[in-house]
């Protein structure tokens, strides 16, 4: 029932209406606040506070300052910050930032696209081209990471195919959030639902597009011009229960992810 109460607010959000910081209560979670960032050579200040805060590049190249950290992120590279944390941001592009609850001291980290890319152990293929299944999954943060609650990663489906498939849900462990990028005008259709009959969300998802996940299945098709790529943060529910693979697959379409 929880579920259903939660699944009734409003979780599909244009980019413009995710400039400003949408709380969890606002897309139909507990614990996970997102926001889009447009940096346009002014200087943005990002603070921590009392939550983990993760930092995605979908568009352009910025430059990033915290304490004893600084450097060039560009599309698809994450800055992790700890709790009471900051970073001053500038250049010109798009970030998507993501907080979680955290109450333990992590440690600030610069995530490079190519580092993940390269590790097989992070960069896994799904599915197939003949059933139309085939992604690029890259877990930048994955439980062997320190963080509390996240796991963060960005999906490249194949033009015309499907991602998360076979649909699969989290239960009472994670809610998710997604980010659509790098599409141009492209477009992809994201389903959410528990009871197929009576669908949370059925939506036309394109670039910078935030859908927020509290429960049920979740797979999305790809338009065949560009795909569907998207960034998923999940956020577990239990601290430090992180387990990327710990899901329930709906079992007609298949009884795990391939």
Known sequence: MMK????????????????NRLEPYEIGLKYTSVQRLKCDGKTILVQSADEETC?????????????????TAGICDMVYL?????????????????GAPCSRKTQFAFIPFREVDADPERHKVYGS?????????WNFIDEKFDSSRFLVGICYGASGGWTAWPPHEHGEKREEVYTYFGMQDGFGLQCVYTEM??????????????????????????????GIRYIFCMVSIVPEDRRFMDLSTQLIYGDRLE
């Not at 700890?82 to 798009?94: M, Q, T």
């Open 129 to 137: 081209s003949e059933q139309g299944t085939r992604r690029d999954v």
């Open 197 to 226: 009959g009576r669908p949370d969300q059925v939506s036309l998802v394109q670039n910078g597009d935030v859908i927020s996940i509290a429960g049920g299945y979740h797979p999305n098709v790809g338009c065949p011009k560009t």
């Open 4 to 19: 259903r109460v939660l699944n009734m607010a409003k979780l599909h959000f244009r980019p413009e209406e995710a400039q």
């Open 55 to 71: 930092l995605v590049v979908a568009e352009g190249e910025i430059r990033y300052k915290a304490t004893d950290h600084s450097g």
């Open 82 to 98: 700890p709790v009471n944390g900051g970073a001053e941001l500038s250049g010109s592009g798009i970030v998507m930032r993501y």
